[in-house]
Every structure is written in structure tokens, then in C-alpha cells.
């Protein structure tokens, strides 16, 4: 089973870029098939989908971030950049991925392996 | 955008009970819908997946039903560990993806 664990600073400043890795270890990946997705959620809030992005390093972003976001990876580990930060982008930030099933299966469309999540404040 | 509403906001039952929660979508999600369970301090974990398949190590007292814009999340008899909040999610518009806002589950 692949697992994740989310890093970087906890405290950054506003107007500064967000900076995050999501490091991958164990299980098998099938290298040619994941993706894998950011995600945040805000103090006492609900979930919010920030982007996806295939091996192949095609990337899909939440509209309401695409001005700020790139994510990026390499074999081993997805990066999240997130500019001009405010306090509203305060929040857990988890990084997550799909079972370990092919695109034939309906399952590999949902995130089934989420880090534990990095707390990540905004504030000078 | 498609937008997920959950109803109730919070949910009081006791242990033993059977839980109903409901999702609706604002539009048709066909069945690209999941259900995820969170606990303060942990991850989301996925629990349904294309409206009615448990992920896998889901217990058989978690079901889900529906088509269309309108979902349940059925628990049939509640256990301790199954107090927290619970959100749908929609993956019909691939790969952009959307939350409900989630229900709480408490104990009464």
C-alpha cells in the first residue's frame, strides 16, 4: 500500500508562495497510470479540491485557484505552489491518490490514500 | 460548477440506530459519487464509491443508494467509531472535482 506524507512550512507569510511536497513510499505504483490530488480544508470547514496531476505531468486545477496554483511530480513526489497567499488559504492541505486498481476499474477514480494532512497558517 | 448540498447539517442519534444521510446534486452526476467519513484530526476515508460500492475494509452496516441528483449514505446500526462528519463528492465532471459541506454526525 502506497503511502503519503505531506511537508513544508507551517507558518507562511502573506503576499508569499505556499510551498508544499507530498512524499510517496511502499506498495507498487503503477507508474504509467496514477494521479494524484492536493486538497485543503480551512479551520472548522468543509473540503476543497485544489488539482490533480497525471505521471505524465498533465495537470488539472480548481477554477477558483488556477491563477495560483502549480503542481508538479516526479517518480517520487507531487509539489503544490500556491502564490500570493492571504489569510483565507489557511487550512490542512492533504495530498491523495487512487487505489492500486487500473483506469478499467470505476474504484480508480477516488482518492483512497490521503497523507495525514499538513497545517499550514498564513500570517505575518 | 457542480454544486453538492448534504442535508441534514448535524445528525443526532444514538448507538444502535440507523443513520440516513442525504446528498443532492445540482445537476446529474449519474453515479460518480462517493462518500467519504472524516474524524477530527485524521484524513478523509473513502467509503462509497459510484453511489453504491463499499471501498475496500468497509464494513457492510455502510450502503449507499442513488442516481441521478439525488443520494443516501445508509448506516444501519451505528457503532461508537461511526460518530463524525461525512461528505459526498461528485466526480462527473472529471477531473474537476466537488465536496458537499458535509453533515455531522453526533451522539445524542
Known amino acids: 500500500q502506497v503511502q503519503l506524507q505531506e511537508s513544508g512550512p507551517g507558518l507562511v507569510k502573506p503576499t508569499e508562495t505556499l510551498s508544499l511536497t507530498c512524499g510517496l513510499s511502499?506498495?507498487?505504483?503503477?507508474?504509467?497510470?496514477?494521479?494524484w490530488g492536493w486538497f485543503r480544508q480551512p479551520p472548522g470547514k468543509g473540503l476543497e479540491w485544489i488539482g490533480t496531476?497525471?505521471?505524465?505531468?498533465t495537470a488539472h486545477y480548481n477554477p477558483s485557484l488556477r491563477s495560483r496554483v502549480t503542481i508538479s511530480t516526479d517518480t517520487s513526489k507531487i509539489s503544490l505552489s500556491l502564490s500570493s497567499v492571504t489569510a483565507a488559504d489557511s487550512a490542512v492541505y492533504y495530498c491523495a491518490g487512487p487505489p492500486d486498481v487500473g483506469p478499467e476499474n470505476d474504484y480508480y477514480y477516488y482518492m483512497d490514500v490521503w497523507g495525514k494532512g499538513i497545517t499550514v497558517t498564513v500570517a505575518s | 460548477e457542480i454544486i453538492l448540498t448534504q442535508s441534514p447539517a448535524t445528525l443526532s442519534l444514538s448507538p444502535g440506530e440507523g443513520a440516513t444521510l442525504s446528498c443532492r446534486a445540482s445537476q446529474n452526476v449519474i453515479t460518480f459519487l462517493a462518500w467519504y467519513q472524516q474524524k477530527p484530526g485524521q484524513p478523509p476515508r473513502l467509503l462509497i464509491y459510484d453511489a453504491s460500492n463499499r471501498a475496500t475494509g468497509i464494513p457492510d452496516r455502510f450502503s449507499g443508494s442513488g442516481s441521478g441528483t439525488d443520494f443516501t449514505l445508509t448506516i444501519s446500526r451505528l457503532e461508537p467509531e461511526d460518530f463524525a462528519f461525512y461528505y459526498c463528492q461528485q466526480r462527473s465532471d472529471w477531473p474537476l472535482i466537488t465536496f458537499g459541506q458535509g453533515t455531522r454526525l453526533e451522539i445524542k
Open positions: 511502499g506498495g507498487a505504483i503503477r507508474s504509467t497510470m496514477y494521479y
Open positions: 496531476i497525471y505521471h505524465s505531468g
